[in-house]
Nanobody
Framework: QAQLEQTGGGLVQAGETLTLACEISRRTFSGYVAAWFRQVPGKEREFVAATNWLGDRTHYADSVKGRFTIYRGNVKNMFYLRMAGLKPEDTALYYC????????????????????????WGQGTQVTVSS
């Protein structure tokens, strides 16, 4: 079973930049959909960003569009979330997720937001943005 390990996160001031990393292990794969979600206490987990199987398309939540970037590393089992212009409302527990299934038809803007489609999740990492 695949295992996702997250690194990064921490306490930053508003306006600063932070990058989260997610490493996939214990699984061989030809490709995957990669995503980031976040959750604050008392609220449901929400979609942040996703990139498709080939990594050539991305989709973002409106709240982070233009500030956050999801991308894959040079090594196939790594992907990242670069968060620029951080705001206090970005404070949350961030999770990475991967979907290894190959679909005949897939719409990143809709399917990429569906949590049950993801096969594996990271352990979560806290990001706190002070004003």
């Amino acid at each position: 079973q695949a295992q996702l390990e997250q690194t990064g996160g921490g306490l930053v001031q508003a306006g600063e930049t932070l990058t989260l990393a997610c490493e996939i292990s214990r699984r061989t794969f030809s490709g995957y959909v990669a995503a980031w979600f976040r959750q604050v206490p008392g609220k449901e987990r929400e979609f942040v960003a996703a990139t498709n199987w080939l990594g050539d398309r991305t989709h973002y939540a409106d709240s982070v569009k233009g500030r956050f970037t999801i991308y894959r590393g040079n090594v196939k089992n790594m992907f990242y979330l670069r968060m620029a212009g951080l705001k206090p409302e970005d404070t949350a527990l961030y999770y990475c997720a991967a979907d290894f299934k190959k679909y005949g038809s897939y719409d990143l803007a809709t399917d990429g937001r569906v949590e049950p489609l993801y096969d594996a999740w990271g352990q979560g990492t806290q990001v706190t943005v002070s004003s």
